[in-house]
């Protein structure tokens, strides 16, 4: 748990600011997603919904793994002051973020 604490307070937010200029929610999906793509360590998957979407990280490395990244997407999500429903199965991670309300 401490590791994946670790790993997502300090290099993602360097990347997504190189990258895109902003820590936002939209530019933190992206960031796990650019990391599904090149880092191959899960699938990204969205669903949307009526009032927002879940996001589906389905990985190969058990409950561990699940824990890790629950931890990992929950710190990057509290730098935005986003506090998505989050569920855990032993090979995927399905986190809920609502719409923006107006």
Known sequence: MEAALDAA??????VILSKY???TLETT???IKML???ANLFEFS???LPNGRIVTLNHRF???GSLFLTNYVRTLFEQVNCNP???TRAHSVDFE???KRG
């Open 36 to 38: 599904s793509e090149f």
């Open 29 to 31: 999906l992206e960031c």
């Open 9 to 14: 307070r300090e290099t993602p937010r360097s």
């Open 46 to 48: 969205v669903s949307n």
């Open 21 to 23: 200029g902003e820590i």
């Open 97 to 99: 973020i609502p719409s």
């Open 62 to 64: 058990g409950p561990k």
């Open 85 to 87: 429903k989050m569920r």
